[in-house]
């Protein structure tokens, strides 16, 4: 078989979906990405082309015998216009050119920005799901997902090494998502007497990598470092203010902590204090005592 992957990102989106590739291992399988997270898939053996998009040209594209479009734009969707294909699973365009998706992606794509039910109604099915994003793509493909990791790059160590990282940001998007109190919470595990880090920025994302490998526990909201320490058998703590706790599965190595307001805040892009606030430092330190820190 000849498969199409196009998922752009956001780069932890990128790396869960790498789950996908146990299920083509034998087949030949092209990935579509942005340029930014390339350096997440370069050198995978399970693909055979990364493809940076708007940097290649559509004659190199062959025809798939299916084609997996996990985006949900206009710009993804005009690919599957203009690529041959036997089958298909995700977003297109439809004979009106608008976004639409596959009845066997519905899983996924109902709880999304281009819901058949509108975005009230795919925020409230996200809400009440309890599937995660593996076991929902995975049975529309016709799978079971049975706790396929995800494929990670190889890295060189960096300098970074402690016994606890701690990623206080989760990007520019949801602000919600960063808990107001990491500061007092190292501080109370560096008197502890554990090596406490925040993960710096660095030059590109491998190095990010290799520094969560460093450590034995990641604390951090719904991100990118959350996605790399369940990708590399890294213990981590998660505080979920304001997505969906369900949709990540936890490799029985993370800890989730929820927001007690997780419905009022539910995917909202705005800044709350309440929010960030949410959850208690007495709450996160018995989880910590209860995994061991």
């Not at 055979?48 to 940097?55: G, K, P, Q």
């Not at 996200?126 to 990670?152: A, D, H, R, T, W």
């Not at 990598?209 to 990118?224: C, F």
């Not at 927001?259 to 989880?287: C, G, H, Q, T, W």
Request: net charge negative.
């Amino acid at each position: 078989m000849k498969i199409l992957i196009i998922k752009l990102g956001a780069a932890g989106d990128v790396v869960r979906t790498t789950t996908l590739l146990h299920l083509f291992k034998n087949e030949t399988i092209d990935w579509i990405t942005s340029r930014e997270n390339s350096i997440l898939l370069t050198g995978n053996k399970y693909i055979s082309r990364v493809l940076i998009l708007n940097e290649f040209s559509y004659q190199i594209l062959e025809e798939y015998d299916l084609i997996i479009n996990l985006e949900d734009n206009v710009e993804s969707a005009e690919i599957i216009s203009k690529t041959k294909f036997n089958d298909l699973y995700g977003c297109y365009l439809d004979k009106n050119e608008n976004l639409s998706y596959t009845e066997n992606s519905s899983a996924w794509f109902d709880l999304s920005l281009i819901s058949k039910f509108g975005k009230q109604k795919a925020d409230d099915l996200k809400y009440e799901n309890k599937l995660s994003f593996q076991e929902l793509v995975f049975s529309g493909l016709g799978y079971e997902f049975n706790g396929e990791p995800y494929i990670l790059p190889e890295t060189h160590p960096t300098d970074l090494i402690g016994d606890i990282a701690i990623s206080p940001k989760a990007g520019n998007r949801w602000p919600m998502k960063n808990w107001a109190y990491f500061d007092e919470l190292s501080e109370i595990l560096k008197s502890k007497g554990y090596a406490v880090n925040y993960l710096p920025t660095r030059p590109t994302m491998l190095e990010h990598l290799a520094d969560v490998r460093n450590h034995k526990l990641l604390i951090s909201g719904d991100s990118l470092p959350m996605h790399f320490a369940l990708g590399s058998n890294v213990k981590c703590l998660t505080f979920f203010i304001c997505t969906s706790p369900a949709e990540i599965y936890s490799y029985s190595l993370q800890t989730k902590l929820i927001s007690p307001n997780l419905k009022e805040y539910f995917y909202r892009n705005d800044f709350d204090e309440k929010a960030v606030k949410s959850i208690s430092m007495e709450e996160v330190v018995e989880a910590l005592n209860q995994i061991g820190f």
